[in-house]
């Protein structure tokens, strides 16, 4: 049994949630903090929001440029306004300060050393699969795969079970609201394999079509792959139920979480799901690591994805053997610090709580598609503004989604244009781009205001 590190500087180090003596429950969330007003309704931020962004030193950040010259790039005169999370959420000095003591304290390779450097490094890196593991409900580390991000994942499984198990005569369904991760990739496997692709349809108010999905799935469905919170329309899609379709016909569910881990609790079990994937760097931890969950059966019969150092037991001339799960699927060095410090990323949420980053999500995301949708001439993808998750993708009359961001980033306010890499999707809706922003747990009520301003500013300037 290797030594137990203690994680220096993992945790969070004071608690989120003080008590202001002003507490309620809205639909089962306990919620605490400073009052604000939204739709002129009283409502309150689920935390203390303003404590939160202490955390974040990258929010004082001064950016834009000169709305008189708008486009003109960049400036340092405007406070930044990060409405990008979905795309890259940034990272709490809890989590900058575990990277900082691996590599001021323990830096070394892991399994590879009998060495107290080494053993503290191998300890500290598989403690942080089992803070994963919690964190969604699985097993066990077994069941959790370090990966570099949600696409390799999704590729891991694609690759190791698709080329293995799929075939002509086989079916593969997706949704059309599918991330490139998954959607590329499961195309690319079934021209391979000769397998077919199917697509679920997308209904006009954004929603899967779940008639529709029922026709799509069955005998010959061998992986249902779809989106849990889609990066686009912000649809919430129903992973439960087609889990409980798929498996009636014994395929399996692989839930794509990049935006739904994140942002709300997400529990393996409750969804019924054999594999799911999900990226560090979208909540709070670096870039570099990611992880896939699959129930411990079907990765035992996985055959391995990459091969080398460390995923082998005993290796011959003729032949070779694989070391237990998770290890037989991360062969060669891995991203060690950014694996621990994706645990630190973990508990830092977990500290807020999942159900309160949810809330707080919900509250910004309906706020914004009510602002937005008031400001007019404005056309927002997706379900309405109280059932979706944390983001808005929307086009303004007249104005290119690339032209829009530009005039943003003069305000400060950094959002995303472009396809967010649901091309097929985008063709759905007859939109070549769109602009999206993006909420998380350090954003307020009052960005969602600066970012309508300026989308006003936009339109009126290209009216
Ligand atoms: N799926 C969804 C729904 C996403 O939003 C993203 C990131 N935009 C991905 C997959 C891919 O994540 P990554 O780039 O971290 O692999």
Redesign the pocket.
Known sequence: MRPSKPLTGGGVQQSRLPDTGNTYRTEGVLVLGAQIRVMGVQEQYPFDVEAVRADFPILDRLVGGDPESPGEGPGDDTPLVYLDS??TSHTPDAVVDTIADYYRGYNANVHRGIHQLSQEASVAYEEAHDTVADFIGASGREEIVFTK???EAMNLVAYAWGLDELGPGDNVVLSQME?H??LVTWQQIGKRTGADVRFIEVTDEGRLDMEHAAECIDGDTQMVSV?HVS?TLGTINPIAELADIAHDHDAYVFA?G??SVPTRPVDVEDLGVDFLAF?G??MCGPTGI?ALYGREEILEGMQPYLYGGDMIRRVSFEDSTWEDLPWKFEAGTPSIAQGIAFAAAIEYLEEIGMENVQAHEDLLAEYAYDELTDLGGVEIYGPPGHDRGGLVAFNVEGVHAHDLSSILNDYGVAIRAGDH?TQPLHDELGVAASARASFYLYNTVEEVDALVDAVGEARDLFA
Request: glycine share 6%; aromatic share 0%; with cysteine.
């Open positions: 979905a795309a991000n949600t696409t991330h991760a998954s989106v990066n794509d990049a935006q990226s760097h979208k990611g890499c």
